[in-house]
């Protein structure tokens, strides 16, 4: 699957100044998912976002919806079991309102409940100073989205169904920069042989005679370059370095042309030929370099030679948001 086609992600762009309530939204629908799929796993993490590792914990009946009503304020997520409340407000880049915390405080205080936590779940660390009037008698959970990812990328899913979440989850959370990979010890000899894929692929453009629209561009994890006025685009995801994409940008294709060449594959109804440099039977990194040109150059030039035998003739449509969704 194209790491660039995120379920949240799509969803998300739909809904105008909603960013906070469509993160709320999607995190309580993977605990549900979590819960109700492998609740072995679920649960736990429903616990250990309310308590974090200390002895309280959230009882399996604990019952988690969204947006409650109160007289002092609407609390994002409430997770509620007999004799244990817990509040979640989420935040992702804005500050809390004035008296935010002391209202969201004085609602557990107004509540039976003999366990109770407020969540403070941010993309930034909330200051001491923010929480000092409300630790007691109420404790105060500071979280952060970064964290959150940590977990998720811990856990051991057996359920496809709830990997598949989970792994789209913590996308949703790298492409809204609430999270990111380290950097590692391997960043001087990656970021090397990454550039020099990247000068193999316009040395090899040059040689095969592809027209390049202009200079090489990123888009979020892609980086690459439009070709022959826009019609085309050639790059690679970052995490997916050992594989070369070749895609329609602006242009159509002729479904009948396409489907008579017998190579390729669709990717978002656009056709999409790769070549895979670590396949076996390519041997790409034990090539010298000029070898290492020579089949890049080969692939660039075969794959625009049946990009442009399935054009659709006179057809140039406008393209998808960026390259990384070709």
């Not at 990812?149 to 913590?170: E, G, I, M």
């Not at 990111?180 to 090899?204: C, K, Q």
């Not at 994890?221 to 070369?244: N, Q, S």
Request: hydrophobic share 45%.
């Amino acid at each position: 699957m194209n790491p660039a086609i995120n379920l949240f992600s799509s969803m998300a762009r739909w809904a105008t100044r909603q960013d906070e309530n469509v993160l709320t939204e999607a995190f309580v629908c993977l605990l549900h998912h979590l819960r109700e799929r492998q609740p072995d796993i679920g649960h736990p993490l429903l616990s250990w976002v309310c308590f974090g590792d200390g002895p309280e914990t959230m009882p399996i009946a604990a019952v988690v919806d969204t947006q409650w009503d109160t007289e002092l304020g609407r609390p994002d997520v409430r997770a509620e079991a007999e004799n244990v409340l817990c509040l979640i407000e989420v935040k992702k880049w804005s500050e809390f309102g004035a008296t935010q915390i002391e209202r969201y405080r004085d609602i557990l205080l107004r509540e039976p409940h003999q366990t109770k936590r407020l969540v403070l779940l941010t993309a930034r660390p909330v200051p001491d100073s923010e929480i000092a009037a409300v630790e007691t008698p109420v404790l105060v959970r500071r979280l952060r989205w970064a964290e959150i990812a940590v977990r998720l990328n811990d856990l051991r899913l057996s359920d496809p169904v709830a990997a598949f979440l989970t792994s789209q989850f913590v996308a949703f959370l790298r492409a809204e920069g609430l999270t990111m990979e380290p950097v590692t010890t391997d960043l001087s000899s990656g970021a090397r042989a990454f550039r020099r894929l990247l000068w193999m692929i316009e040395a090899g453009l040059t040689r095969a005679g592809i027209p390049v629209h202009k200079a090489p561009g990123a888009w979020g994890e892609v980086v690459g370059l439009y070709l022959d006025g826009k019609r085309y685009w050639v790059g690679v995801a970052y995490d997916r370095a050992h594989v070369v994409r070749f895609a329609f940008a602006y242009a159509q294709h002729d479904a009948q042309r396409f489907a008579a060449l017998g190579r390729g594959s669709l990717s978002r109804g656009k056709p999409l030929f790769e070549l895979d440099l670590s396949a076996p039977d390519l041997k790409f990194f034990d090539l010298p370099a000029h070898k290492q040109l020579d089949t890049i150059t080969d692939f660039l030039a075969s794959a625009y030679r049946d990009c442009r035998d399935c054009l659709a003739v006179g057809a140039i449509a406008p393209p998808p948001p960026n390259p990384a969704t070709t």
